[in-house]
Nanobody, 126 residues
Framework: QVELVESGGGLVQPGGSLRLSCAAS????????VAWFRRAPGKEREGVSC????????YYSDSLKGRFTISRDNAGSTVYLQMNSLKPEDTATYYC???????????????????WGQGTQVTVSS
């Protein structure tokens, strides 16, 4: 059974950092594109970042580039999203998603992905 599990969310003050993790079970992520999406209250889910394949090609939402960094562990079973200089507007539920890399044409579009985690809440507030 394919499963993605996010962790690492929580409450952080503005300017702080969090690292989210997306762990896969039932399959290895090596040949998968893995992306992070988020849904803020009252807004549609938006693409945050994607690591496209085992070569480490990455994509970022233009508005987040420079503050967020996506990476994989060497075993290929976990993908991370390092979030720095967090702002209140980063408050959202963050989801990871995965799809076979060869299928992906638009890395930050949610319809491209079949496999989704349940989400982890990030709250940025003083």
């Amino acid at each position: 059974q394919v499963e993605l599990v996010e962790s690492g969310g929580g409450l952080v003050q503005p300017g702080g950092s969090l690292r989210l993790s997306c762990a896969a079970s039932g399959f290895a992520l090596d040949n998968f594109a893995v992306a992070w999406f988020r849904r803020a209250p009252g807004k549609e889910r938006e693409g945050v970042s994607c690591i496209a394949d085992s070569n480490g090609v990455t994509y970022y939402s233009d508005s987040l580039k420079g503050r967020f960094t996506i990476s994989r562990d060497n075993a290929g079973s976990t993908v991370y999203l390092q979030m720095n200089s967090l702002k209140p507007e980063d408050t959202a539920t963050y989801y990871c998603a995965a799809e076979e890399a060869w299928r992906i044409e638009h890395p930050l579009k949610e319809h491209e992905y079949r496999y989704w985690g349940q989400g982890t809440q990030v709250t940025v507030s003083s």
